[in-house]
């Protein structure tokens, strides 16, 4: 079946603008998570969703970052004033409720210049 | 301090030897561990999971878990050039969610 698909899979932005990362998890995935990698650096954890359930922002490094999922379907990262730190490839994963198993998307690589 | 170190590498080895790749960590409550392998410009797939302390095998890959010295390995045997890739370790206290990644350590298996 299809895995976790993510859109674009390469944003080149200017510094300053906004912009808005897409997800698409596995069909019948309750959980999304997205992560951020910098070069060299392992998965830093950003955002959880689980069903209907307020999700876990914690991982949020500042307010420009916020993300939105519509149910149990797309999600998506929006990225305001994008800084030249937020330079990384930017994850999705899905899993059922109670499965320890990730399926991570291919990844957005965003590069703000 | 990080909650999980990894050592980066690189790691190159010949085609055949024996990987052992390693990760720290600090939270005595983690009792889920994970190595998940990462090609280039691929998302991560889980490779092992393990539950506790203890061993598990599958196929040439090993992964160990000794929670007293909050220590993880895994092994490869008969590394392969298909094997080169990134990989992450990654433990939770709770299962799937709140997964704390190690920076993930490449290897090169040479032909």
């Known amino acids: 079946g299809a895995g976790v698909s993510q859109s674009p899979s390469n944003k080149v932005t200017e510094k300053g603008k906004d912009v808005e990362l897409r997800c698409d998890p596995i069909s019948g995935h309750t959980a999304l998570y997205w992560y951020r990698q910098r070069l060299g650096q392992g998965l830093e954890f950003l955002i959880y969703f689980q069903g209907n359930s307020a999700p876990d922002k914690s991982g949020l490094p500042s307010d420009r970052f916020s993300a939105e999922r519509t149910g149990e379907s797309v999600s998506t990262l929006t990225i305001q004033r994008t800084q030249q730190e937020d330079s990384a490839v930017y994850l999705c994963?899905?899993?059922?409720?109670?499965?320890?198993?990730?399926?991570f998307g291919p990844g957005t690589r965003l590069t703000v210049t | 301090q990080k909650e999980v170190e990894q050592d980066p590498g690189p790691l190159s080895v010949p085609e055949g030897a024996i990987v052992s790749l390693n990760c720290t960590y600090s939270n005595s409550a983690f009792q889920y561990f994970m190595w998940y392998r990462q090609y280039s410009r691929k998302g991560p797939e889980l490779l092992m999971y393990t539950y506790s302390s203890g061993n598990k095998e599958d196929g040439r890959f090993t992964a160990q878990v000794d929670k007293s010295s909050k220590y993880i390995s895994l092994f490869i045997r008969d590394s392969q050039p298909s094997d080169s890739a990134t990989y992450l370790c990654a433990m939770s206290k709770t299962g799937a969610n709140n997964l704390f990644f190690g920076t993930g350590t490449r290897l090169t298996v040479i032909p």
């Open positions: 994963a899905s899993n059922q409720r109670d499965s320890y198993e990730q399926y």
